[in-house]
Nanobody, 126 residues
Framework: QVQLVESGGGSVQAGGSLRLSCVVS??????????MGWFRRTPGKEREGVAA???????SYADSVKGRFTISRDNAKNILFLQMNSLKPDDTAMYYC??????????????????WGQGTQVTVSS
């Protein structure tokens, strides 16, 4: 059974930084093609893709976070990261780790995951 568990969320002032982590169990993503990414949702809004990375470490970002967020992965430890810098109040949301097996990120950061984490809250105050 594949499980994704996020951590690293919290409260920060505008301009600050946070690093989200997602530990993946039940699936060694270094052995097969896959697309991993982060999504976020704010109450009253649709869930939106933020960033994605494939097995070849090719990355894709939403325009709203490009240049401020960096997605990366540690294949040996089965961990996905999202480094978030220059945070803005508009970045406040529940952030979800997500994965799709046996494919690259053909739809970029808006890919359709098979697996989701439970979410970690990020709150940015002005």
């Amino acid at each position: 059974q594949v499980q994704l568990v996020e951590s690293g969320g919290g409260s920060v002032q505008a301009g600050g930084s946070l690093r989200l982590s997602c530990v993946v169990s039940g699936y060694m993503f270094r052995y097969t093609r896959n697309c991993m990414g982060w999504f976020r949702r704010t109450p009253g809004k649709e869930r939106e893709g933020v960033a994605a990375i494939d097995s070849d470490d090719r990355t894709s970002y939403a325009d709203s976070v490009k240049g401020r967020f960096t997605i990366s992965r540690d294949n040996a430890k089965n961990i996905l990261f999202l480094q978030m810098n220059s945070l803005k109040p508009d970045d406040t949301a529940m952030y979800y780790c997500a994965a799709r097996r046996l494919t690259d990120c053909t739809d970029g950061y808006a890919f359709a995951p098979n697996y989701w984490g439970q979410g970690t809250q990020v709150t940015v105050s002005s």
